[in-house]
């Protein structure tokens, strides 16, 4: 696998910033900024061997520098929302940044995903890596500790996108990174994914109210709409009455994954009947976010000149379970000072 560096832009303080483009030996490539640790472009073969970008995104750095739906973007500290924008640790209450009401929502108003980050081309064995590395001082966004977060991207040569999460602070805080791509694997300008189909291994989710804050509950997917135990086209469930997809104005709920957390596992799968590419997604993460770009409304520097509209990508999003913070009963995101947290994710293209 080979890296190579551009110019991409400016931030608004007029900080140069990179695109990176890692390719691998069989055409698939890889272009990451690293503002936000965007995943700009994702260029992989259909079972014709023609190439298509499916992931959404800008053509421009501006487009990232806006307030939008964090395309491909690296989430943090907490990935998803915190209920009240507060929580307690050691019995000491923190109020973080709203950013959606009275919650926050993806790690407040600059996140992890508007951030510059340092981006370093290192080696493991002999693959060319991509590193970014970020100091989240103590107080940003309301979080306690100075927190040293490395991201790592790697594109394999069975054309797998892998990226490891690591991060250690020197207080107790809260950490939840995810990476946020919308694909669609028709092709980023193909339209609506309502024909993909989808598989998430999981017999449960968490309920979620109207804000899209989990309630607690836990329920069966059995019989409901949120039931993806085997490859099932979205469109069947998502113009349902069920209350959950009424809330969320589609999927955008939290499945709790059959894996051991161990090591990376396979947590869900997609396929385009159109193309015939699969995603296969594995993670060591408890929980995965699925979102069916509910509220996607995107018309300014959108790559090739098109727009985005609503179901025009597809999240899944590898996480701790929202609002977590607020029930005791769920994985807890508390990273204890001097503590590593290490995980993984892959999106593997067959």
């Known amino acids: 696998m080979t ?12 900080k140069n910033v990179d695109l990176f483009t890692l390719r691998n ?36 750095l501006e487009g990232y520098l806006k307030k939008g739906p964090f395309f491909g973007a690296i989430i943090g500290r907490h990935a998803n929302r915190i209920e009240k924008a507060s929580f307690e640790i050691n ?30 081309i290192i080696t493991q064995g002999e693959i060319e890596c991509l590193q970014l590395s970020y100091l989240s001082k103590d107080g940003e966004e309301g979080y306690p ?29 809260v950490v939840n990174l995810t990476n946020h791509s ?31 804050l989990p309630t607690g509950e836990i329920k069966e997917v059995k019989g409901t709409p949120m039931d993806f135990t085997k490859l099932t086209t979205i469109e069947d469930g998502i113009h349902s009455e069920y209350d959950q997809i009424v809330f969320g104005h589609g999927y955008d709920h939290n499945w709790i994954l059959n894996i051991s957390e161990e090591k990376p596992e396979k947590a869900a799968e997609v396929f385009d009947p159109v193309s015939e590419r ?26 090739n000149g098109v727009t985005y509209g609503k179901n025009s990508g597809l ?11 607020k029930h005791k009963h769920f994985p807890s995101p508390i990273l204890k000072a001097g503590e590593k947290y290490n995980y993984t994710t892959i999106y593997k293209f067959l």
Not at 145 to 165: A, F, H, W
Request: proline content about 2%.
């Open 3 to 14: 890296i190579t560096k551009e110019f991409f832009g400016k931030t608004l303080e007029g």
């Open 25 to 60: 030996s069989n055409g698939m490539i890889a272009k990451i900024s690293n503002f936000g640790g965007v995943v700009v472009s994702l260029i992989v073969p259909d079972k014709k061997r023609k190439f298509d970008d499916v992931v959404l995104g800008y053509d421009r």
């Open 91 to 120: 019995g000491i209450e923190y109020k973080v940044t709203k950013n959606e009401g009275e919650n926050q929502l993806h790690g407040g108003l600059t996140g992890f995903d508007k951030v510059l980050w340092e981006a370093e």
């Open 145 to 173: 500790g100075n927190l040293k977060v490395r991201v790592v991207y790697s594109l394999t040569e069975d054309n797998s996108l892998k990226i490891d999460y690591f991060a250690v602070s020197d207080k107790d805080t």
């Open 182 to 212: 919308y694909f669609n694997l028709s092709g980023h300008a193909a339209g609506s994914i309502l024909k993909h189909k989808v598989m998430i291994n999981a017999d449960k989710f968490t309920v979620s109210d109207r804000e899209s």
């Open 278 to 303: 699969i995603m296969e997604v594995y993670t060591n993460k408890p929980g995965v976010q699925f979102y069916t770009g509910n509220y996607v409304d995107e018309h300014e520097y959108c790559k």
């Open 315 to 325: 999240c899944l999003e590898t996480q701790y379970f929202p609002n977590s913070l």
